[in-house]
């Protein structure tokens, strides 16, 4: 009698692993399960700026053969506004299923933040999916502007202290930081004109109306018919449009990186196995020479990275525009 209790103890913990292993086999066939179910109806892509820009363009050059590749339709819907933060609450208030997804600029999290009062936080409230590209910011002239290069702009600004004009896409807009970044680094000054988008500012810029800005990549064909003076790149790389073309870097400002990362979140708590399937799609259609080739012309570059890698970019990049927001005590508008 005295070995039955060894027995039934090694027979409870026999019991206890077999059930733990039960449930953690239907804990992985439901994760399985739900994964190989999704989707099961359309997907909607809500992008934070208006039809027309790079955010609006890379959406839905994606969302063709994203809706093939999962075998739903993509919807794609703008919600303009408050520098991507309207279509970023709108996501991050949606269901964490995977059928609500985001399309926005890097300064949704790496701008955003250090401007304004938010009624979300896009660290806490929504998880990078997929990047889907790294835009550029090219530095133009007005083509009446009697400079032929940066260190030329530098030095007319520095012996005309506040005759320069610049204009940007708005107030805590990438092409914003990006001049303020060129004044802090070169110690030049220029008076800051900010627009209702970079459309209007390219226009004035070609009108000769201000001396200079930062294009983000929608005045190229401009800049290649002379319409417009392209000094530089505000990138560490140079343009594969423009191979010609310095980088800031290169024209004595050290370590000048204006680049942002534009891609997808979805709502926090979406399931990984669905974060990994529309990760691994994206992933495939950015490697396709076809779209490879648009976002070049866009004058960005596909940047297929991991969530966790485009995760890590924006928290790089929040480090490094958050302290030239600080520097410069930017606001918003």
Known sequence: MHHATPVSSAR???????????????????GAALA????????????????????????RLVSTPLATALGQPVVVENRAGAN????????????????????????????????????????????????????????????????KNVQELVAFAK??????????????SS????????????????????YRGAAPALADLMGGQIDYYFDPGIGLAHAKAGRTKLLAVGSLKRSPLFPDVPTLDEAGLKGFDADSIFGFYAPAGT??????????????????????????ALGGEALPLTPAEFGKRGMDDSQRFGAIIRDRKITAD
């Not at 409870?12 to 439901?30: E, I, K, M, P, Q």
């Not at 909607?44 to 039809?51: A, D, N, R, S």
């Open 159 to 172: 012996a005309n202290p506040g005759k320069l004009t610049y204009g940007s896409a708005g107030s805590g």
């Open 84 to 147: 991507g933060n309207i279509a970023g609450d709108a996501v991050a208030k949606s269901p964490a299923d995977g059928y609500t997804v985001l399309m926005s600029s890097g300064g949704m999290v790496s701008v955003n933040p250090h401007l304004s009062r938010m009624t979300f936080d896009p660290v806490k409230d929504l998880t990078p999916v997929a990047s889907a590209a790294r835009v550029l910011v090219y530095l133009m002239a007005r083509p009446t502007l009697e400079v």
């Open 271 to 296: 399931p990984p196995a669905v974060v990994t399937r529309l990760n691994t799609e994206i992933n495939k259609i950015l490697a396709t020479a076809s779209v490879k080739e648009r976002i070049t």
């Open 175 to 194: 092409p914003h930081l990006a001049g303020e970044m060129l004044k802090a680094q070169s110690g030049m000054f220029a008076v800051h004109v900010p």
């Open 36 to 59: 190989q179910a999704y989707p099961d109806k359309p997907i909607k892509v809500i992008v934070g700026f208006p039809p027309g820009g790079a955010a609006d363009q890379i959406a």
């Open 12 to 30: 409870r913990r026999h019991l206890a692993a077999t059930a733990a292993l039960t449930t953690l086999l239907a804990l992985g066939s439901t």
